[in-house]
């Protein structure tokens, strides 16, 4: 398990203990002296997020505070983390130290989600495919009990494993002054007016309206937000050419909507769900977000087939029931 600390001959070893974060602590006739034995080590959950969010695209890039949500963080039994949460809950921020669970590679550049396509250094960045998967948050306390703390808006997924949680503390974590590297230029871009205008076909309208009236699920201000600063294909905005190129598709949690830019402007044509049919059908698949209103929405409007440009409004009567 641990690796040969190695001394020089001068250091004669009287003793050496192992300690538990990985190092030898060495006794020698010239003093105590600790080396690192492990080239990796092993972390040990406390505890899982509880989250309505299922899968990755539902969960926010940072937690936003404006969000009415809770999440739980529920620690496991048999380790005393009651005791260890003693004096927490006066606190009304923390840090969780969590791991991106269900990511499996890491990359030297990604592409940040926010502002143009240019690849960036993954220690430059928040991205989750990085050499150590390790996670970082702030999140709103909202109360302790037990071993469960309730939490505001989170932008872990449900099921996410948390190795450490500590106080936010203002005066040590909070610089508002310092420099934001290639995010400022980002920001600064926010304030500047939009580059495109999005405009909706009366399908696209109605389809919009039927899910928000009908199931409660709205993406419209999320898309216009996106499409009307950059509308060019972006994987982590998940923006694609589709079919001959005109067209392009743009991801929005688990639907999608078909959308083509002429000038300065986007008309959004269609909206669709992320899932065929033959997955929201397989009982196998027990995570599909929105999978009731994905079928439904299929009942009333079946999948446009690839090259067609302006779909009828659909073969069901456009009532909103
Ligand atoms: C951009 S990362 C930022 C995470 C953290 N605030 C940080 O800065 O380290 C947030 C994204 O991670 C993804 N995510 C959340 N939980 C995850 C998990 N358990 N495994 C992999 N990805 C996850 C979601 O897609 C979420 O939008």
């Known amino acids: ?20 974060c990985g190092f030898r602590r060495i006794q020698t006739q010239s003093g105590r002296i600790s080396r690192p034995v492990e080239p990796s080590l092993t972390l040990h959950p406390i505890g899982h997020i509880r989250s309505p969010k299922q899968v990755k695209f539902q ?21 005393n983390y009651e005791t260890a949460l003693r004096d927490l809950s006066r606190f009304s921020k923390v840090w969780l130290i969590w791991w991106f669970h269900r990511n499996s590679n890491w990359k030297p550049l990604v592409l940040p989600p926010r502002g143009p396509a240019i690849r960036r250094g993954v ?9 150590n998967p390790l996670g970082l948050s702030t999140v709103n306390l909202i109360g302790v009990e037990r071993r469960r703390l309730i939490l505001g808006a989170c932008d872990l997924v449900d099921g996410t494993p948390v190795f450490d949680i500590k106080p936010y503390i203002a005066s040590y974590d909070a610089f508002p002054e310092a420099s934001g590297g290639w995010c400022e230029d980002l920001d600064q871009n926010l304030v500047a007016p939009p580059s495109h205008f999005v405009e909706w076909t009366p399908l696209a309208q109605m389809q919009a309206d039927w899910l928000f009236q009908v199931w409660q699920i709205d993406f419209r201000s999320r898309l216009v937000e996106l499409l009307e600063r950059d509308p060019t294909p972006h994987r982590t905005r998940r923006i694609r050419r589709r079919g001959d190129g005109e067209q392009l598709e743009i991801g929005c949690g ?15 044509l269609w909206l669709e769900p992320g899932y065929p049919r033959r997955f929201l059908t ?39 029931g």
């Open 59 to 79: 969960a926010r890039h940072q937690p936003t505070e404006g969000e009415p949500e809770r999440s739980v963080l529920e620690l496991l039994p048999g380790h």
């Open 1 to 20: 398990m641990y690796a040969q600390a190695w001394l020089p001959n001068q250091d004669r070893r009287l003793f050496t203990v192992e300690t538990p």
């Open 282 to 320: 397989d009982p196998a698949r027990d995570i599909l977000p929105d999978r009731e209103a994905q079928l439904a929405f299929l009942e009333r409007w079946p999948p446009v087939p690839e090259g067609t440009k302006t779909p009828s409004m659909g073969t069901n009567p456009p009532s909103m």
């Open 123 to 131: 220690f430059a960045t928040r991205s989750p495919h990085r050499p």
């Open 254 to 268: 688990a639907w999608r909507a078909r959308f083509h830019v002429r000038g300065d402007q986007v008309t959004v």
